[in-house]
């Protein structure tokens, strides 16, 4: 018992007489039933988290007692719960290295500056690690924020969570009445080269006012904001203040409400947005708005809103499940676990220190590294995209800080770190048979590989029901869905001119038969010229006995009737040539699909069935296979529904007011279904082509080598 309790190098510090450094101040909180003990260094913005049993040794440092005194009068109290020498020393180098604690030995200048620089080399290098993130420092903005908090602390109160509540509950409902609006086009208004102008310039001033919303929290309950500056998130300029003082406050709620403060500030501007949307003409303001409105909603579901990155929700969530440095610890239980139970170190202890942490940490840490790979790999590649040479070297040095390193970390833990000392050997084995595992998993294993796209029921020739001539609509003599032979009438016409001008036609062609027959008794030449005349009034005639007939539009062919705007049809003007409807009959089974160029390869060379799902009746399946195929790419639509304009999923040129013009070019394929499809020609169809089976390894693979071609040629 004695070796445990005591430390052999106690005798070293046992005459200090340390104390907590002036501008230390010491928070008492309470996570999870628990009461901790939060000491804030001023001077460097840090915040350090100890038990009541370490704080009742700190509690005792008031730099007269010596470290030996201090020690025995805690081991006399605690009795058996008193913290080794050992312990104690870790606790002591642990407040020394955080540069909270000072002694009654002259003060180290030298040191002083080593730890200094230290600290700022490191956090320097944790800039360089996220290099799509980087933070400039500015100003202080306390003297500010000081000054004018008395504007802001009306909305701090019930006035101002009512005012909040109304204007976005008033916002979000006219965002629900007026949803297809806001959705349409949606890629082809944020797309368009002076919209992003637009957005460039409102991105930094919401989170402007995103920024002053934690500030002015800060400040309401008692804390101090030093630092204000920009970061560059993926170059783009945005403002950012240090929050951090709020980690002192006592109330769990008041933490939690300086972290939500940017979202609610970025609602309430969206809220506003829409209403100004709402209520002006086209024109740069109500695109602002549009702009406003957006930047907020993506921001606050990608990013603060959401927990698994380490923003504004991250904080909250920690600060009422009450687990401070949620991510960080349930990293470290994730390893705990591996190091525990794969690599047999039965002496470690667990990182979760209070009842339902173990839930938390399991579920957040796989969350929050599947969803922040997926994230950093998008920006990523549209760095590296955008950007070209600068872009790739900070994609290549994020790639190495996401990827790299912590393989490299790893590999140097097995082989050199003193923990495994004793289990080694069964270290590089679990960690080698994981390695072969996951390796087979993604390079071996196969999984279904296929290619979903869309199309439509194409029209065959001959289906289409036209106007062959233009006129008002009199009478519908057949209604959608009615089966309809040959020849049948559907739909009479009536133009009032036509009939008088066929009229006047007729009395000129009798002046010219009378005149005719008194020429050609008297002078053959002009009889010639009447005769060239009489041809050409019979010519018009018959046009117009033609365009009479025409007015009655029959079925061309026998089938069923489809009229998609019959009731909009009465008294309608139609064009000549102007598409009514169609004729549908057994074996119209041909669809129309597109797909991308990086699709094309694999259903050209390597699909092996075809299967078709319609909207209306999604759980049956129709075979198919590929009549025809367009060789050349185009970037024309055969359909407007297969564009994101029509809600299809092929983006549209954001120039083309149609919706009919693809913004990359796309392969067309012809597909006949082994069944007839009861759907109507124009109808939405999801095909999907079937290549078999293939190591999820080589999909990767091959998708990153089309990034590779389609941005960069090689």
């Not at 104690?88 to 909270?100: F, K, P």
């Not at 909305?155 to 509540?165: C, D, P, Q």
């Not at 041909?590 to 759980?619: A, C, M, Y």
Request: charged share 20%; hydrophobic share 45%.
């Amino acid at each position: 018992m004695a070796e445990q309790l005591l430390d052999p190098s106690w005798f070293r510090v046992a005459d200090l007489k340390p104390r907590l450094r002036s501008h230390v101040r010491v928070q008492r909180h309470h996570y999870r039933g628990k009461r901790w003990y939060v000491i804030q260094d001023a001077g460097s913005g840090r915040y350090h988290r100890f038990t009541p049993l370490a704080y009742q040794l700190i509690g005792l440092m008031n730099g007269v007692r010596t470290l030996g005194r201090i020690w025995e009068v805690a081991a006399r109290e605690l009795g058996d719960d008193v913290p080794t020498q050992g312990e104690t020393l870790r606790l002591l180098h642990q407040l020394y290295d955080a540069d909270v604690l000072q002694t009654d030995m002259p003060a180290d200048t030298a040191e002083r500056l080593r730890r200094f620089d230290k600290e700022r080399s490191k956090r320097r290098l944790q800039h360089l690690k996220s290099p799509l993130s980087i933070r400039i420092p500015l100003l202080d903005p306390e003297r500010f924020l000081t000054s004018t908090c008395w504007l802001v602390q009306p909305l701090f109160s019930w006035f101002g969570a009512m005012l909040w509540l109304l204007v976005v509950g008033i916002g979000g409902t006219l965002a629900i009445i007026h949803w297809p609006e806001l959705a349409e086009d949606t890629s082809g208004r944020l797309l368009a080269p002076q919209n992003l102008l637009l957005m460039w310039l409102a991105f930094p001033v919401v989170k402007s006012l995103h920024e002053l919303g934690h500030a002015y929290a800060v400040k309401y309950w008692g804390g101090e904001v030093h630092q204000i500056g920009i970061m560059f998130l993926v170059f783009m300029p945005v403002p950012y203040v240090d929050a951090s003082a709020a980690a002192a406050f006592r109330d769990k709620r008041k933490r939690a409400l300086v972290g939500a403060m940017g979202i609610l500030v970025e609602l309430f501007v969206a809220a506003l947005a829409m209403m100004v949307w709402l209520a002006v003409e086209p024109g740069i303001v109500k695109a602002l708005a549009y702009n406003v409105m957006v930047i907020s909603g993506i921001s606050t579901v990608l990013f603060n809103g959401n927990p698994l990155l380490r923003f504004d929700a991250y904080y909250i969530l920690a600060d009422l499940v009450e687990i401070p440095n949620l991510s960080s610890r349930a990293n470290k239980y994730l390893f705990y676990l591996i190091k525990r139970y794969a690599f047999g170190l039965k002496e470690l202890q667990s990182p979760a220190n209070a009842p339902g942490e173990e839930g938390w940490f399991l579920f957040y840490s796989p969350g929050s590294f599947i969803y922040r790979m997926i994230i950093f790999s998008t920006i990523i590649i549209f760095v590296a995209g955008e950007f070209f040479f600068i872009g790739v070297l900070m994609a290549i040095w994020a790639a190495f800080s996401l990827f790299v390193q912590p393989v490299y970390k790893g590999g140097k833990y097995l082989m050199s770190n003193a923990e495994l000392a004793r289990q080694r050997s069964r270290a590089l084995v679990v960690s080698a048979a994981s390695l072969i595992f996951i390796s087979i998993i993604i390079f071996v294993a196969p999984v279904p590989l296929s290619t979903v796209a869309e199309g439509v029921i194409w029209a065959p020739k001959g289906s289409q029901l036209r106007a062959e001539a233009s006129g008002f609509v009199a009478r519908i003599h057949l209604q959608s869905g009615d089966s309809v032979e040959a020849g049948d009438l559907v739909i009479t016409l009536e133009d009032s001119l036509l009939q008088p001008d066929l009229d006047i036609q007729l009395g000129e062609l009798s002046a010219l038969e009378a005149r005719y027959d008194q020429a050609r008794r008297d002078d053959r030449v002009r009889a010639g010229i009447v005769q060239e005349q009489i041809d050409g009034v019979k010519a018009r005639i018959d046009r117009k006995r033609e365009q009479i007939r025409n007015l009655e539009v029959k079925a061309s062919r026998t089938g069923v009737l489809v009229l998609p705007g019959a009731k909009d049809l009465p008294q309608r003007y139609l064009q000549q040539g102007e598409l009514l409807g169609y004729i549908t009959a057994e074996g119209d089974t041909t669809v129309r699909t597109v797909v991308t160029q990086d699709e094309v390869d694999l259903v050209r060379n390597r699909t092996g069935r075809v299967d078709l799902r319609s909207e209306q009746n999604f759980e049956r399946v129709i075979g198919a296979k590929i009549a025809r195929e367009v060789p050349s790419a185009s970037l024309k639509l055969p359909s407007v529904a297969l564009g994101t304009m029509g809600g299809g999923r092929i983006a549209i040129d954001p120039l083309d007011s149609e919706g009919e013009q693809a913004l990359e070019k796309v392969f067309q394929f012809d597909l006949v279904a082994a069944n007839s499809l009861k759907e109507g020609i124009g109808s939405r169809i999801y095909v999907r082509f079937d290549h078999g089976w293939e190591p999820i390894g080589w999909a990767w693979f091959r998708a990153l080598r089309r990034l590779l071609l389609r941005h960069f040629d090689v």
